[in-house]
T-cell receptor, first 114, second 115 residues
């Protein structure tokens, strides 16, 4: 069975602070995929990144960066120099190689105060 | 490229009434998913279609929920009769598989309130 744990329920920061969202996953599959989605107040889930289990290279996209560590089954997400527009619920998700169904964590609500 | 479209965006009904949601996926996406997202939780898969066939409906409460994708494009999800615990956001997602890579893209969702 697959499981995704996002231990942080809510994080509140002041604008320009960095914020790191934790994600820990469990799977028996050797090939799997990890995702981060952003859900702003409008409700739509916005795809941010996909990472394959065989690619442990960290990735940076603008103010976003992701740290994938297979040894600790973690796929953490950092927003650098946060902005008010970053306020949203962020979900980590996991899918396997067979049916690609997504298993989501419970989400972390990020509030960035001006 | 147009995204996943869903309607209505909001629906309020009384318990025991029926309701239907509509989803139009991204053009060319063969796979379509319906998720239920209860407030404060992550989305939970209800049903997965590949073209017009059901791949997985093991989490769909079939005594009251039904879904179809007759022509392999649009899909409808129906609840009949609704219960209070069905209050949630219903998300539709679509995807295509290319080179072993698959990413799901989500619509804006339908917020259902059952009174």
């Amino acid at each position: 069975a697959q499981k995704v744990t996002q231990a942080q329920t809510e994080i509140s920061v002041v604008e320009k602070e960095d914020v790191t969202l934790d994600c820990v996953y469990e799977t028996r599959d050797t090939t799997y995929y990890l995702f981060w989605y952003k859900q702003p107040p409008s409700g739509e889930l916005v795809f941010l990144i996909r990472r394959n289990s065989f690619d442990e290279q960290n990735e940076i996209s603008g103010r976003y960066s992701w740290n994938f560590q297979k040894s600790t089954s973690s796929f953490n997400f950092t927003i650098t120099a946060s902005q008010v527009v970053d306020s949203a619920v962020y979900f980590c998700a996991l899918s396997d190689h067979n049916d690609y169904k997504l298993s989501f964590g419970a989400g972390t609500t990020v509030t960035v105060r001006a | 490229e147009a995204g996943v479209a869903q309607s209505p965006r909001y629906k309020i009904i009384e318990k025991r009434q029926s309701v239907a949601f509509w989803c139009n996926p991204i053009s060319g996406h063969a796979t379509l998913y319906w998720y239920q997202q209860i407030l404060g939780q992550g989305p939970k898969l209800l049903i997965q279609f590949q073209n017009n066939g059901v791949v997985d409906d093991s989490q769909l409460p079939k005594d009251r929920f039904s879904a179809e994708r007759l022509k392999g494009v649009d899909s409808t999800l129906k609840i009949q009769p609704a219960k209070l615990e069905d209050s949630a956001v219903y998300l539709c997602a679509s995807s295509y598989l290319a080179g072993g890579r698959e990413t799901q893209y989500f619509g804006p969702g339908t917020r259902l309130l059952v009174l």
